[in-house]
């Protein structure tokens, strides 16, 4: 049975969150994150950078955007998805790992504030550390923490992992 | 005895990267290290930002400024810190995160482009996934590895974990 883990970041602006929301992206992908939808404004720069680069490194890791958050969440539940909202406010993760490991999930990230119906909406609140720090990192951790490995069929580009220095194999085509 | 984690953030650039590197340094004080300093561009926003957070939640973080990363590098050299840089390029963190428990380390994060010395200066390449992402990921996701939990004390702010909505607790002072 193969678990899809999709990842909403909310309420995305277009010139502040540009290198945070990418990074959002890029790591999901890279951590096993089958697709991340973002809210907020439209930005086609950013879906395009997180297509470019599956495209070049493989995978099929896609982005989206979408209008409503309540609308992905509904959507989302239908398909019995289990969905998490990340916060410094919630449980500890490390409490709820393993109930989330193999399961299909919507990972929930904001930006500046999020709308108490998110927190209340979700079937679980969840913290890496009760501490302010960042929704890449948090996310990142998380994801690191399901271990779910990604896909990363059709690569044109593979690193060859070094002690020192770099080595880039291109699979020709 | 107790153990080090400096992080290091190369070429800190003041517009670009105001974001990212504020979350590399509050990723950094969530997740156990003890001190980031920045090369680059100087910046006393971002450490006033970071001290600003330590007050408020505790512990002794500290954010610093220096001109030249070799500098840095020699210096914790000569305390015997283990040095670590995160690059896509370099061996699996999976495979040295045992060794690197418990010991004094620098864990160095790039921006742009790292220049070569880095890689030759280092102890260990060290690679979060070999794929482009993030280095506000990376760095929390080794961190997290690490599992050194971060010293609070002289909080005023706490959080109460809850399932649902936010719970807060102020010290007196």
Known sequence: MIF???VLRL??????DKRTSTHCGLASRALGADKIIYTGEKDEKLLATLRDVSKRWGGRFSAAHADNWKKVLRS???????????????IPYER?????????????????KVPRAVYDNVDYNVAVTNQPHSEVAALAVLL??????????????????QAKGKKVMETKK
Do not use: Q, W
């Open 4 to 6: 899809m883990i999709i």
């Open 11 to 16: 309420d995305h602006r277009r010139e502040r």
């Open 76 to 90: 989302v539940k239908k398909n019995r998805f289990t969905t998490v909202h990340l916060t410094m406010y919630g």
């Open 96 to 112: 709820c790992l393993k109930k989330l490991r193999k399961k299909n999930l919507l990972l929930i990230v904001g930006s500046e």
């Open 144 to 161: 690191a923490g399901l271990k779910k490995k990604p896909v990363l069929a059709g690569a044109r580009l593979r690193i060859i992992p």
